[in-house]
């Protein structure tokens, strides 16, 4: 068994106790914490030279608690379907089967780097499949069980237990159902549609690219193909097929109240919706950006529109800038060899699949480097004998490494004209960094759950340990070193820390919401991040009550505003409040004068008032 495991009862909560000066925290989650370990709320991150603060009037240790308070159940029926046919249908690899690879390690004696990748991740996964049924089998007669959580140092939530939990792999979510069960009335249209909306996104096959309209239509086509899963071979066509599976149990469960002329089933199924690519979402919230907005369901939407999808937007565009680059080369506007024309050539003839892009545009809020960007882009290629690169999707998409490079390149050359107050942000938070950095000062901003953030990573020197005297060989070590901070990481993590401390701090108002609130009468809710779940029933209102909570973060620019407020208050406490004079910007400290950015000129508007009438927020 791994050492961090379900609980069988609730976990201690998490509280601070106040005895005149004196303030002792109390750990919570597993019972055995502050007795036989020390595990505080915020897990530790050696890289940083102190933890984030969490102030007096906070929602944090509501937030762990009430999260960690949610039971769950082995969903049973999806467990046995998976016993009797999980290896017929490759819902998960087969426990005894050994890898071809294996045996070539075994007569060979060794395998090429690619080979070594594919054998190790294979035996990863068997194992962590192996691992989480076990463990559902442990619990399977357990008729509740408890996931607690911690939180980093942005505020961001992580299941404190090992495998089966809702933040791991497809298979242990489709194994946990809610403990306390809802009833969902049959009437209820609004909590039906929900739940065909959400097995029509688990299908997949660009359905969850489609109106909600349009998702209720394809289930109510195929209800007998699903109705009839176990024979019909639908399961094998999902792309999410053990979600599938658990929404087909569900569904069945639906079907049989009706024929049954009952008035409500019960339900414990999670509904999980997603953000449309979340880190965008905060970043046109905290610049007032319209234009991004729009292609981020964060504007006026029906039942009957289909959500705008960023990725195929941006690839659209990327094909337009090829298309573009070979017009400006043919009239003479640019010069470039006869390889790069020719690259631009294949890129523009090729049909960018969104698939391609996902990870690289989804990581450039967080500061994805072009070589990271290009790395996201090579892994979805496989290298043949004449250099040619193939995708893995689609055989007769063929790059040369330098196609990669300039589409790398052009990824971010995209984004950032299409919306420029992406790149203009980008460099505000860069120049406060550098300003921070050059003040020798950490990077502190507050949030409105009452976490203080610090960012200030530490640096580490270099040694080299000879471990036998009768060897010369010796190898590196990096050893942390408290005294010297990491200029670079400084600069490079401020923007995806503050996207991420945001994201965070949203999870936790919402949550806040959900328990104070007496018409959401059983409290059953979790997050992965950007993805919310609760039962069908209470779709529609978690999605008003994100509104609300972005209404809060967000109107009139307020966090934003407050941010740059909180970090010029930061340098005139540290300087005194002569240091920094506002109707010039200029900082005076010593003999220093550095000119502090303007965040006025990056605001456009108040982006958030178009949120009201959004439908696919999240979906």
């Given at each position: 068994l791994p050492n961090k495991i379900p609980m069988v009862v609730k976990p201690k909560p998490y509280s601070r106790k106040i005895a005149g000066n004196v303030v002792k925290e109390e750990l919570g989650g597993f019972l055995l914490n502050d007795l036989n370990y020390i595990s505080p709320i915020i897990i530790q991150n050696w890289e940083l030279k102190n933890p984030s603060e969490i102030e007096d009037d906070n929602v944090i240790y509501d937030l762990v608690n009430n999260i960690s308070s949610v039971g769950y159940k082995i969903n049973i029926e999806v467990l046995d379907f998976i016993l009797n046919y999980g290896i017929d249908l490759n819902l998960i690899l087969n426990p005894k089967e050994s890898h071809p690879l294996n045996e070539k390690l075994s007569t060979e004696g060794k395998l090429t780097i690619k080979e070594g990748k594919i054998l190790e991740g294979y035996l990863s996964q068997k194992?962590?499949?192996?691992?989480?049924?076990?463990?559902?089998?442990?619990?399977?007669?357990?008729?509740?069980?408890?996931?607690?959580?911690?939180?980093?140092n942005r505020g961001r939530a992580y299941c404190n237990t090992d495998y089966l939990n809702y933040q791991s792999i497809e298979l242990a979510k489709s194994l946990l159902l809610f403990s306390n069960e809802e009833k969902i009335e049959l009437v209820d249209e609004q909590a039906v549609n929900y739940l065909k909306i959400y097995g029509a996104n688990c299908f997949g096959n660009g359905l969850n690219k489609k109106s909600f309209e349009d998702r209720i239509n394809w289930v109510n086509e195929n209800e007998n193909k699903i109705l009839d899963f176990k024979n019909s071979g639908i399961i094998s066509l999902a792309e999410s097929k053990l979600l599938f599976t658990a929404f087909c149990f569900e569904y069945c469960n639906y079907n049989r109240a009706l024929k049954n002329s009952d008035t409500f089933?019960?339900?414990?199924?999670?509904i999980q919706l997603d953000a449309t690519c979340n880190g965008y979402q905060h970043l046109a919230l905290l610049t007032g950006d319209e234009s991004l907005s729009s292609e981020l369901n964060l504007t006026s939407s029906t039942f009957y529109d289909k959500p705008k999808d960023f990725y195929t937007f941006v690839a659209l565009h990327i094909k337009d800038y090829f298309i573009e680059k070979i017009s400006q080369i043919k009239k003479g506007e640019i010069e470039v060899t006869g390889e790069i024309l020719e690259s631009y050539e294949r890129l523009a003839n090729l049909n960018i699949q969104r698939a391609l892009i996902k990870q690289p545009v989804m990581t450039k809020p967080y500061n994805a480097s072009l070589f990271?960007?290009?790395?996201?882009?090579?892994?979805?290629?496989?290298q043949d004998s004449n250099h040619w690169f193939i995708y893995k999707k689609d055989t007769n998409v063929k790059l040369k490494r330098l196609d990669i490079s300039i589409l790398a390149q052009a990824v971010e050359v995209v984004i950032y004209k299409k919306f420029p107050k992406l790149n203009e942000f980008s460099d505000y938070l860069k120049k406060v960094a550098d300003i921070c950095n050059r003040l020798n000062i950490t990077i502190p901003w507050y949030l409105p759950t009452g976490l203080k953030v610090d960012q200030d990573y530490i640096d580490t020197d270099l040694i080299r340990i000879k471990p036998f005297l009768y060897k010369k060989s010796s190898f590196s070590l990096r050893v942390p070193n408290k005294e010297k901070r990491n200029r670079g990481k400084q600069v490079r993590a401020l923007m995806p820390n503050l996207v991420h401390s945001l994201d965070a701090a949203s999870l936790a108002l919402l949550v806040n919401l959900v328990f104070k609130d007496d018409s959401f009468k059983i409290k059953n809710i979790y997050s992965v991040h950007d993805c919310f779940a609760v039962t069908a029933n209470n779709v529609q209102d978690l999605i008003n009550k994100l509104k609300l909570v972005y209404t809060k973060i967000y109107s009139d620019n307020n966090y934003i505003v407050n941010f740059d407020k909180g970090i010029k208050d930061y340098i005139k406490l540290q300087f005194g409040q002569n240091s920094f004079s506002e109707n010039e910007r200029i900082l005076k400290i010593n003999n220093l004068e550095i000119e502090y950015p303007d965040i006025k000129t990056i605001i456009e508007g108040n982006s958030v008032e178009l949120l009201k009438n959004s439908t696919y927020l999240i979906n």
């Open positions: 194992q962590l499949e192996m691992n989480i049924i076990g463990l559902a089998l442990i619990y399977k007669n357990i008729p509740e069980f408890y996931i607690p959580i911690r939180i980093d089933f019960y339900s414990g199924l999670p990271q960007i290009k790395n996201y882009i090579q892994e979805e290629f496989d």
